[in-house]
């Protein structure tokens, strides 16, 4: 079974600050997904991944993928009060392996002015 | 567009009694899964549909958990009786036929506490 792990799980920053989201996965995969969550609210999708080394930035958020080394990282520069929410990378596997999205466990991201 | 809908927005039962969540996909979309995020833990798969059929259902916990989705429209989970471990998320999302697998579309989730 396709395994994803992000870490951390927890992570608090303070304004201004950087840091950077991981994401592992165990086997080969057709995408990689970047997602944000508030609170009541749906997943809203971030970046789509296709393939190594690719790379995509939006505002204060970068997002890149890793194929050989099977890792994602979500690039926070400069964090603001409202990048405040949970984050959530996602793979789908080969067509073999379903139809299904596997999730990593999110990180919630507390940005304190 | 509409996006996913999902209702209840939160539930709260005690263990042993039947909870029945709805969700109602994006219009013209065939594809619907269900999945579930336990506290702290990750967002995990339980069942896909192509309209009212179940493609694969391999992340069904239990028995007690029913899906269904007649006319291919919106679709129930219903948890009977419920366990204290039925506790988490409940996210739905959908997809069209031609993108398939990859452009899923999330709804808010129901958010089920058994007591």
């Known amino acids: 079974e396709l395994k994803v792990e992000q870490n951390p799980l927890f992570l608090s920053m303070q304004e201004g600050k950087n840091y950077t989201i991981y994401c592992n996965y165990s086997t080969t995969s057709d995408r990689l997904y970047w997602y944000r969550q508030d609170p009541g609210k749906s997943l809203e999708s971030l970046f789509v991944?296709?393939?190594?080394?690719a790379v995509k930035q939006e505002g204060r958020l970068m997002a890149s993928l890793d194929t050989k080394a099977r890792l994602s990282t979500l690039h926070i520069t400069a964090a603001v009060h409202d990048l405040s929410a949970t984050y959530f990378c996602?793979?789908?596997?080969?067509?073999?392996?379903?139809?299904?999205?596997?999730f990593g466990t999110g990180t919630s991201l507390t940005v304190i002015p | 567009e509409a996006g996913v809908t999902q209702f209840p927005s939160h539930s709260v039962i005690e263990k042993g009694q039947t909870v029945t969540l709805r969700c109602d996909p994006i219009s013209g979309h065939d594809n619907l899964y269900w999945y579930r995020r336990v506290m702290g833990k990750e967002i995990k798969f339980l069942l896909h549909f192509v309209k009212e059929s179940k493609q694969d259902e391999s992340g069904m916990p239990n028995n007690r958990f029913l899906a269904e989705r007649t006319g291919g429209t919106y679709s129930t989970l219903k948890v009977q009786p419920a366990e204290l471990e039925d506790s988490g998320v409940y996210f739905c999302?959908?997809?069209?036929?031609?993108?398939?697998?990859?452009?899923?579309?999330f709804g808010p989730g129901t958010r089920l506490t058994v007591t």
């Open positions: 996602a793979v789908v596997g080969l067509a073999n392996t379903g139809n299904q999205f596997y």
């Open positions: 991944l296709l393939s190594n080394g």
């Open positions: 999302a959908s997809s069209h036929t031609l993108q398939g697998r990859y452009e899923q579309y």
